[in-house]
């Protein structure tokens, strides 16, 4: 006699067909040009420009409506006599980040790299400096894959929002211009660029950027690089901002340490350790990467706030990693636990609810021939009757402050029982 199924039964079946949909499409949508990306699944994002001086966020020109006029002598300012790139490439390493991406240039115009086509660069300006130069020099010298975002649009423009309304094509036509002989610098002056990351193609129209010709320039100049959604077409991954959303292909999704992209000191909603390690952790859980953002000052010098979470992050990956490099989703979950990833026959239970000395898990279709808790490398003793299981053996209370990780390895292909009640 069968009970009426509750509502986590139905969760369950759901994330089994999400399961099996978001593995599909891994498997279909991942090439060798993205398979490095996919096995890092940590990046470091920065945003830095002139927009650090006054620390007001990197959209002030946009929100206070403010004329080109009045920004520009902001880039005089701007001299970040305390930057050192190779410090953000060692930051990023010691938190365990495999790619870094750095706004070379954010919608209000102003070019980190030397441009032949702007007078707004750092070169030209305050710094005296091609600080895109310095950040790729570091960057190669550590083998730190480097990524180059770009914003399409340029809010010096005249007719250009948000000074205008698009009356007709002619009035992009320098922008389109612009975007196309920076981006050709940007893949020729800097030796290996791995990532093109675009944002704000505005208006959303692909034959007006000449989206086509610009990506087969990109391959053109850098064979090997992948190309984000951003530019109209879809390229080589999707990236979902500011939440975790599964894509039917290699997807990445971007944060901010706080609720700004660019330096501003006022905000101090910074996520915690936990809630950054969560997302890593579910982003993995569902074949995604996780891009997180810190954003330097005028100086050059990343926020404490950051850089101490930061290690604290890296902490936790030089223990735990092997649960999120090179991981996916997991055929076998544990809902009553947190997050589960898979590596091969290996799953990892990343649990943010500590049970106690015996943590059970059900649903598992597959024999467990080991289980080993990361923190203390503590073997649990196994207990398995049909698709229930139970380790014994363990710490009473939780080792690590943060996520407590358990590596299951199976006798074959980790797999799902049933998920209907026996």
């Known amino acids: 006699m069968f009970g009426k199924r509750s509502k986590h039964h139905h969760h369950l079946v759901l994330f089994l067909f999400l399961f099996s949909l978001i593995t599909t499409a891994s498997s279909q949508n991942s090439g060798p040009k993205t398979a490095w990306w996919q096995e890092a699944r940590f990046g470091m994002f920065i945003h830095w420009g002139v927009y650090a001086v006054p620390g007001r966020g990197e959209w002030l020109m946009y929100q206070e409506h403010m004329p ?52 707004f660069t750092s070169l030209k300006t305050g710094a005296g400096r091609d600080l895109i130069a310095e950040f790729a020099r570091a960057c190669h010298e550590a083998n ?39 981006v050709r610098e940007l893949l020729t002056n800097y030796g290996k660029v791995d990532i093109l990351w675009y944002d704000m193609m505005v208006p959303s129209d692909t034959k007006l ?34 939440k975790v959303s599964a894509q039917s292909r290699p997807w990445e999704s971007c944060y901010s340490m706080n609720r700004t992209w660019g330096y501003a000191p006022y905000d101090r909603n910074y996520k915690t350790v936990h809630e950054l390690l969560r997302l890593l952790g579910s982003c993995a859980s569902q074949g995604g990467n996780f891009l997180l953002n810190v954003a330097p000052d005028r100086d050059g010098m990343i926020p404490i706030e950051s850089v101490e979470r930061l290690r604290q992050m890296g902490d936790w990956m030089r223990v735990n990693g092997k649960a999120i490099y090179n991981a996916g989703p997991s055929p076998v979950v544990a809902p009553n636990l947190g997050i589960q990833t898979r590596v091969g026959n290996r799953v990892y239970l990343l649990i943010q609810r500590w049970p106690g000395a015996t943590v059970p898990f059900a649903w598992c ?36 402050p943060y996520l407590n990780v358990i590596e299951l390895e199976f006798d074959g292909e980790p797999a799902a029982s049933d998920p209907a009640y026996r």
């Open 209 to 242: 950027w000449r989206v086509e010709e610009l990506h087969a320039m990109a391959r053109e100049l850098q064979p090997d690089i992948i190309i984000n959604d951003r530019a109209g077409i879809p390229a080589d991954f999707g990236t979902p901002e500011n």
């Open 144 to 182: 730190m894959p480097l990524g180059f975002y770009y914003s399409l649009v340029d809010w010096r423009f005249p007719g250009v929002l948000p000074h205008g309304t698009r009356e007709n094509d002619s009035v992009y036509e320098p922008l389109v211009a612009q975007a196309h002989a920076q």
């Open 365 to 400: 279709g597959s024999k467990v021939t080991s289980a080993r808790l990361l923190a203390n490398g503590q073997m649990a003793r196994i207990e398995q009757k049909e698709d229930r299981v139970w380790l014994h053996d363990l710490p009473a209370y939780p080792i690590d």
């Open 68 to 119: 080109f006029e009045e920004y520009a002598p902001l880039a005089a300012q701007f001299n970040p006599q305390k930057y050192d790139p190779a410090q953000w490439v060692a930051l990023a390493k010691a938190a365990g980040m495999k790619y870094m991406v750095i706004t070379t240039r954010h919608h209000d115009g102003y070019c980190l790299f030397d441009s032949k086509v702007s007078d």
